[in-house]
Nanobody
């Protein structure tokens, strides 16, 4: 089982930036894909961005051009750089890792964007 621990959330004004980090306990080479999801109150959890083992990235349309997903394999850390933040980006952000068909989740980190 993979343990995932997110950090970097907080309160930021509209137009500001935050960088989320996700520290993984296992080797990233065992992970078919890693990603960031978010869930706002009353909404379903939704994909924000993902990166495959081979490094291919995929972004939700609502973050394209503003957010960047990246990783440092030997530090076993996944990042989400979030720029030009909007109030509608307010949510709990979760790190996810797909390992041998199992989906692993972190505990989440709160991001709040004030208007």
């Amino acid at each position: 089982q993979v343990q995932l621990v997110e950090s970097g959330g907080g309160l930021v004004q509209t137009g500001g930036s935050l960088r989320l980090s996700c520290a993984a306990s296992g080797s990233m080479f065992s992970m078919a894909a890693m990603g960031w999801y978010r869930q706002a109150p009353g909404n379903q959890r939704e994909l924000v961005a993902e990166i495959t083992r081979g490094g291919r990235t995929n972004y939700a349309d609502f973050v394209k051009g503003r957010f960047t997903i990246s990783r440092e394999i030997f530090k076993r850390t996944l990042y989400l750089q979030m720029n030009s933040l909007k109030p509608e980006d307010t949510a709990v952000y979760y790190c996810n890792a797909e390992v041998y068909g199992n989906s692993n989740w972190g505990q989440g980190t709160q991001v709040t964007v004030s208007s």
